[in-house]
């Protein structure tokens, strides 16, 4: 409409005019003042600062008999502590990586001298669902860490993951001991 | 209607579509090509304004709605969580509280253009009419939603505007009760207030479709007040009137602006930064600046059922306002007194407005009730006497003519139609 009208005037067919040019810096400049009020919209439904402000657990130990586990809430998810016996230290230790789904060595996921005991975040790196396994009468599986009920995904004794369909071991999440018997999550 | 429509689009995809759902065609007859009168001024762009107005309640209204809590307890810490801790939520939150306060600057002004330039006079009267359902739909919603935030100034306005019922005998208390659903305003009333604020603006929205297919059933009145009589006397919606509608967004926008951004509380009122408390009630309660003149009416009439009829009636009154202006002539250009008497009118809502700020006590009460009488003498008594009394002024032939010169007509010429170009 507005090109043959424009090329009628002001020259031949396919010609880009003043008015081509204007529509397009107006059009433009609308488009962007449309994604800019959009934006907070959308941002709005981000995580709120106070989902957002790190919010941290402290968990003590001491109650957390050998082979027993915890499951404590932080950020909203279930978070295993687990006091590893003798026995299941050795079986982490001892898995070539190379059989591993996801290989890591149990060094890199529990704090140096204080390898009796795991934290993990308890969900389960397939479609989300809580495993069983932190009381010693739930079903831990084959490799005796945890099984997911939900699609059959088992876990070893550090929480790496050793029979599909989940692809990542279960993650750990920031922690530091701030004494012997005493962690802090987050 | 069965039957394709004989799309005339090159696109061959808007061509498939509007052979079979002619939304394209309708877009192009109702705001392309929609002939519309060419001698418009700015206050013609506030119609459209209003609609976009709702469109931004809306939208931050929704957005507001996913983390506000309408439960009593939780209420108040929801919207300071809004303004505190949701991405944007203050912005979110400002824009909706003073696009309340803009949508009725607005709508007052929209309001104003149509009784000063007749425009609810035949055959618009059915227009007027969807018009006041909508400002009334207006105020409740605004009501609700200042409910909402569950402050002092929430809970003491929602108890007394609910008490107003309570003035008609015999059926008053059991309707308060059950518009709160229990004995005084508490956790059902909010709950039932967020429902109905989510509910009403889409019943807005509706009457909104309404009001506009009536305007496009007669076309718009203008600022002459005479009929269009040729297409000489038009022009094509788009561009001519988009681009003007643009320039007066750009200008309320900027003005709604600086009300966000600069002094997001003026109109607000500080009691409501209290949480509500249902033991003490504020030393003053005054309601939102655009009830103002409404609640001066309430309280000019020392009669508690009186001053309740009185203020419904000072609306009420605008439904029939087309039938109680008997003047065949709609522009106040051309009529004289009413264009007098008009600003008189202006300047008694407003001084209404000013008396529902402050105290009734003293020089309040006398103006407040000379306020209220001359309010409702301009429609009951003056506007059907004027209609017969008034000479107007003689009418131009057509719109055209004083647009390109040549000014009105001596009365009495033989009025002569133009020919299409």
């Given amino acids: ?84 016996t003798e026995q299941e230290i050795k079986d982490a230790e001892a898995v070539q990586l190379g059989q591993l789904i996801d290989p890591q060595a149990d060094d890199a996921r529990v704090k140096p001298g204080e390898k009796q005991w795991i934290v993990l975040v308890g969900i389960c790196t397939h479609l989300g669902c809580i495993p069983t ?22 876990y070893d004794t550090s929480g790496r993951v050793r029979h599909g369909p989940a692809p990542a071991n279960l993650a750990v999440p920031p922690y530091a001991f701030e004494s012997d018997t005493k962690i802090k999550i987050g | 209607m069965v039957g394709l429509n004989k799309s005339e689009f090159k696109n061959p995809v808007v061509n498939w579509i509007d052979t079979r759902l002619p939304i394209f065609t309708m877009m192009q007859n109702e705001y392309g090509a929609f002939p519309t009168p060419k001698n418009f001024n700015y206050l013609w762009n506030f119609g459209a304004l209003a609609m976009i107005n709702l469109m ?37 939150r400002y824009v909706h ?62 108890t007394v505007i609910t008490n107003l019922f309570s003035a008609f ?21 909010l709950n039932r207030f967020f429902s109905l604020h989510y509910l009403l603006p889409f019943v807005i929205f509706g009457v909104t479709f309404l009001h506009v297919v009536a305007l496009h059933i007669t076309g718009s009145n ?100 087309p039938w109680l202006d008997t003047s065949p002539v709609r522009s106040a250009r051309f009529r004289p007194i009413f264009r007098k008497l ?31 009488a001359y309010y409702f003498l301009h429609f009951l008594v003056i506007l059907p006497i004027l209609g017969k009394l008034e000479r107007p002024l003689p009418l131009p032939e057509s719109i055209s003519r004083p647009v390109i010169g040549g000014g009105p007509l001596p009365g009495g010429a033989a009025a002569k139609p133009m020919e299409k170009v």
């Fill in chain 1, 1 to 84: 409409m507005a090109d043959t009208s424009a090329a009628a005037s002001h020259g031949q067919p396919g010609d880009v005019t003043k008015r081509d040019f204007l529509k397009l810096v107006a059009g433009a400049g609308a488009a962007i003042g449309a994604a800019a009020m959009a934006w907070p919209l959308i941002d709005s439904m981000n995580p709120s600062k106070d989902v957002l402000a790190m919010s941290s657990v402290e968990v003590d130990l001491t109650p957390i008999a050998v082979g027993q586990g915890i499951t404590l809430m932080w950020r909203g998810k279930p978070v295993f502590v687990r006091h590893r």
């Fill in chain 2, 222 to 321: 203008n600022p002459l007040g005479i009929d269009v009589k040729s297409p000489q006397d038009t022009l094509p919606f788009h561009p001519y009137y988009t681009v003007k509608d643009s320039v007066g967004l750009c200008v309320y926008l900027l003005v709604f602006a600086i009300f966000v951004f600069f002094w997001p509380n003026l109109l607000g009122d500080p009691n409501n930064f209290i949480p509500a408390n249902p033991l003490q009630t504020p030393a003053d309660i005054v309601p939102e600046w655009y009830f103002l003149p409404f609640y001066a009416i309430l309280r000019s009439v020392p009669n508690k059922l009186g001053g309740v009829c009185l203020m419904f009636g000072s609306i009420a009154v605008l439904f029939v306002l």
């Fill in chain 2, 169 to 189: 005998p015999v059926v008053g208390d059991p309707i308060v009760t059950w518009l709160w659903g229990g004995f005084s305003v508490d956790n059902p009333t």
């Fill in chain 2, 97 to 158: 509280q003073n696009g309340a306060s803009m949508f009725f600057i607005v709508v007052f002004v929209h309001i104003f253009r149509n009784m000063y330039y007749g425009s609810y006079k035949n055959p618009r009267e059915l227009l007027w009419i969807f018009g006041v359902v909508l400002l009334l739909l207006m105020m409740a919603t605004s009501f609700m939603g200042y409910v909402l935030p569950w402050g002092q100034m929430s809970y003491w306005g929602a």
């Fill in chain 2, 342 to 372: 008009i600003w008189l009118w202006i300047v008694s809502v407003g001084v209404l407005g000013v008396c529902g700020a402050n105290k009734p006590e003293g020089i309040w009460v006398v103006l407040s009730r000379v306020g209220t």
């Fill in chain 2, 56 to 92: 931004i309640m809306m939208v931050t209204g929704v957005f507001l709605a996913m983390n506000y809590q309408p439960n009593a307890t939780l209420a108040f810490d929801s919207v300071q969580h809004i303004m505190r801790d949701v991405n944007y939520g203050w912005l979110l």
């Fill in chain 1, 133 to 154: 396994g932190n009381k010693p009468t739930e079903m831990r599986g084959d490799w005796g860490g945890w099984f997911c009920p939900c699609h059959g995904s088992q």
